[in-house]
C-alpha cells in the first residue's frame, strides 16, 4: 500500500472541462511534489512546494494550477487542457527540501485522457 | 549542469538469475545523492535503493545491490536471484547536494525496462 495517496486513478475529460486531482500524505513530509509522465519516459517535474509554499513551477502553462491548502494536501486544478496533456500524474513527497538525502515517496497516479 | 544515462532501453532475465543495469551520470560535483526507482505496471513509483556519493561502500538492500564507481560516473543495480515480480521500467536518478534552485531536482535517466522469463 502507497503513503501517498492520489484520487482519482482514472480521469476521463473534455477540453473544456474543469477537474481537479488530489494527492494526500500523512507520513509529515513537508515538501510535495507534481509529476507528469508520458509512456515509457520518466517523470518531468512540474510543481514543488515546501513548507506549503510554492518553490519550484517547471514554466508549467497556466491551465495546471496547483495548490497547497496544508501540509498533507496538494491539489492539481485543471482547465482547458489539451490532448497533449493526457498523461500519467503523479505526486510525491519527501521528508523537506532540507532534507536532501530522503527520497521522494510516490503515489499510484492519476491516468488523465483528455477528450 | 548534471545528465544521468541509461545505456539500455530493454533488459530480460531468466527467473532465479543476476541481471545488471547500467547507470552512468556527468555532474562536476563532488557530493550528491544517486537513486534507483522501479516502475511495475501498477504504475507506482518505488524506491529501490539510494547512495551518498561520500559513502564509499555500496548500498544493499536485499536482493539489490548497486557498484558505485565514483571515479568513472558509474551507478550499475545488480538484481540476484530475479523473481516474476521484479519486471518493471527501472530509472536511475541523480540529485545534487545542493539545496537551492534546480538543484533540488531530481535528475532521471530515460529508463531501463526489465522482462523477467519464467
Known amino acids: 500500500d502507497t503513503e501517498v495517496t492520489q484520487t482519482p486513478k482514472h480521469l476521463v475529460m473534455g477540453m473544456t472541462n474543469k477537474k481537479s486531482l488530489k494527492c494526500e500524505q500523512h507520513m509529515g513530509h513537508r515538501a510535495m511534489y507534481w509529476y507528469k509522465q508520458k509512456a515509457k519516459k520518466p517523470p518531468e517535474l512540474m510543481f514543488v512546494?515546501?513548507?506549503?509554499?510554492?518553490?519550484i513551477n517547471e514554466s508549467v502553462p497556466s491551465r495546471f494550477s496547483p495548490e497547497c491548502p496544508n501540509s498533507s494536501l496538494l491539489n492539481l486544478h485543471l482547465h482547458a487542457l489539451q490532448p497533449e496533456d493526457s498523461a500519467l500524474y503523479l505526486c510525491a513527497s519527501s521528508q523537506g527540501a532540507t532534507a536532501l538525502n530522503q527520497p521522494q515517496h510516490f503515489g499510484d497516479g492519476t491516468r488523465l485522457s483528455i477528450l | 549542469a548534471q545528465t544521468v544515462t541509461q545505456s539500455q532501453p530493454e533488459m530480460s532475465v531468466q527467473e532465479a538469475e543476476t541481471v545488471t543495469l547500467s547507470c552512468t551520470y556527468d555532474t562536476s560535483e563532488s557530493d550528491y545523492y544517486l537513486f534507483w526507482y522501479k516502475q511495475p505496471p501498477s504504475r507506482q513509483m518505488i524506491l529501490v535503493i539510494r547512495?551518498?556519493?561520500?559513502k564509499q561502500q555500496n548500498a544493499t538492500e536485499n536482493r539489490f545491490s548497486v557498484n558505485f564507481q565514483k571515479a568513472a560516473k558509474s551507478f550499475s543495480l545488480k538484481i540476484s536471484d530475479s523473481q516474476l515480480g521484479d519486471a518493471a521500467m527501472y530509472f536511475c536518478?541523480?540529485?545534487?547536494?545542493?539545496?537551492?534552485?534546480?538543484?533540488?531536482?531530481?535528475?532521471w535517466g530515460l529508463g531501463t525496462s526489465l522482462a523477467v522469463n519464467p
Open positions: 512546494y515546501s513548507y506549503e509554499k510554492l518553490s
Open positions: 536518478a541523480y540529485r545534487s547536494y545542493l539545496n537551492a534552485g534546480n538543484n533540488r531536482k531530481l535528475i
Open positions: 547512495q551518498e556519493a561520500y
